[in-house]
């Protein structure tokens, strides 16, 4: 396994959600409060490794998007 191949953890449970709830980037990039890209979120869906501070980021992103109360480990599985 290269040191590549360990970021990479493959589709996240986040983009079911998203898809889901018909929730796409720009959603939520316009509906946080916080800064966060549409590069960020997209990382999220591909299963690039994302610091415990965006994740964080983007749970209450989605959180304040779909009306519900969803945890990182909901969204991501490492």
Do not use: W
Not at 7 to 33: C, F, M, W, Y
Not at 54 to 75: C, E, F, H, M, W
């Amino acid at each position: 396994m290269t040191h590549s191949d360990a970021r990479d953890l493959g589709t996240q449970p986040i983009a079911e959600i998203l898809l889901a709830h018909n929730i796409g980037a720009r959603d939520l990039v316009k509906a946080s409060t916080e800064q966060i890209t549409h590069k960020m979120v997209s990382r999220a869906c591909k299963g690039k490794r994302l610091t415990p501070r965006v994740q964080s980021k983007i749970v209450r992103a989605i959180n304040t998007v779909a009306g519900k109360t969803y945890s990182p480990t909901d969204l991501f599985t490492y």
